[in-house]
Nanobody, 118 residues
Framework: QVQLVESGGGLVQAGGSLRLSCAASAIFFSRYAMGWYRQAPGSQRDLVATITSAGMTNYADSVKGRFTISRDNGKKMVHLQMNSLKPEDTAVYYC????????????WGQGTQVTVSS
């Protein structure tokens, strides 16, 4: 059974940093594109950053220059380094895995809360 388990969320002051991690199991990790999405209360779930199996990255405009996504295929993990955090970054952050050979195979983690105080 595929599992994505996020960690690293918490409460931080504006301007601070957090590093989110997502550990994957039961998937052929190296063929999956991985991503981070976030959802604030009353809002839809939005893309934050993605990284393909080849290491190509994509970021939402709102986080460019502040967030960095990376992956470790050997450990089946994906990370999101978040710097210069702003109150508007407050949301539940979800890890996402998408099979690049089967777009119907999409998996989500349970989410981790990030709260940025002003």
């Amino acid at each position: 059974q595929v599992q994505l388990v996020e960690s690293g969320g918490g409460l931080v002051q504006a301007g601070g940093s957090l590093r989110l991690s997502c550990a994957a199991s039961a998937i052929f990790f190296s063929r999956y594109a991985m991503g981070w999405y976030r959802q604030a209360p009353g809002s839809q779930r939005d893309l934050v950053a993605t990284i393909t199996s080849a290491g190509m990255t994509n970021y939402a405009d709102s986080v460019k220059g502040r967030f960095t996504i990376s992956r470790d295929n050997g450990k089946k993990m994906v990370h999101l380094q978040m710097n210069s955090l702003k109150p508007e970054d407050t949301a539940v952050y979800y890890c996402n895995a998408r099979d690049e050979y089967n777009y119907q195979a999409v998996y989500w983690g349970q989410g981790t809360q990030v709260t940025v105080s002003s």
